[in-house]
């Protein structure tokens, strides 16, 4: 009896050691918790920053886009000095910034397809509020001789969104510098800079972010009135060759085509 007496308490001690308390497994619980919620708490500011770094990098080729387009445009400028109030160059800096202009465009420009054969068009890059009360930059195009559609004029083309500025200058022979006026619309400058900068974060952020630059050569000089001039006077089948006398291209159309 002695012996059972002494064994016995041995065995219970031995089978309270081999189990847990309720404390511990609400410890346990609770560890476990934190461990998850710090995994999930990870896992998605990895996926907040790699949207962040997706959506700035997309803005960035967007703005980078735009400046290629406005360069693409600005590279292939007409002006005939025959028709000039049809090819003005006109630019405006600011909260309302735009900047327009006649061009021969390619087929590969944006919404070529849209216009046909029409490829010598005025495009117009303006500064306007998107849906969100964002800054974004926008293109519309028209033929020359025709007025812009409707769906042109409500639905333009967006070039990049939350823009901060769009900025154009312009090469001041006179006065050896940049100019952010140009006050000649019938004539066209030599050189042209365009700038825009986009916002860092939100369209509400006052933050500059990213900046694109393009530095544009223009032909300043426009085609003057007599190789605009379809026919010469006693030989209806020459055009005006170099240094203005008579060549030996026959057809009805002037310069670059245009009538």
């Keep these: 009896m002695r012996l059972l007496h002494q064994t016995n308490p041995r065995a219970g001690r031995s089978g309270r050691a081999c189990a847990f308390t309720l404390v511990e497994i609400l410890i346990a619980l609770g560890i476990l918790s934190l461990v998850l919620a710090a995994i999930f708490s990870s896992w998605t500011s990895i996926l907040r920053a790699s949207k962040v770094g997706q959506d700035a990098a997309a803005a960035v080729q967007r703005a980078r886009m735009a400046a290629r387009t406005i360069e693409e445009s600005l590279g292939a400028v007409e002006s005939f000095a025959n028709n000039q109030q049809l090819y003005g160059f006109e630019a405006v800096n600011g909260s309302d910034a735009y ?124 085609v003057q009135a007599g190789w605009q001039t379809p026919m010469i006077q006693g030989n209806p089948g020459a055009q005006p060759g170099a240094g203005g006398q008579p060549g030996s291209q026959a057809g009805g159309t002037g310069a670059r085509g245009q009538p």
């Design 99 to 222: 900047l327009s202009f006649v061009a021969r465009l390619s087929k590969f420009f944006p919404r070529s397809g849209k216009f046909g054969d029409f490829d010598v068009r005025r495009v117009t890059f303006s500064l306007e509020s998107g849906n969100d009360n964002s800054r974004q930059l926008v293109l519309r195009q028209q033929p020359i001789l025709m007025e812009m559609d409707k769906d042109e004029l409500e639905h333009p083309l967006v070039l990049a969104r939350n823009v901060k500025e769009f900025v154009s200058e312009f090469w001041d022979a006179r006065m050896n510098d940049w100019v952010d006026q140009w006050l000649n619309t019938n004539q066209l400058p030599s050189l042209v800079r365009v700038t825009v900068q986009l916002q860092q974060n939100a369209a509400h952020s006052t933050v500059a972010g990213e900046t694109v630059t393009r530095i544009v050569s223009l032909p300043a000089i426009a």
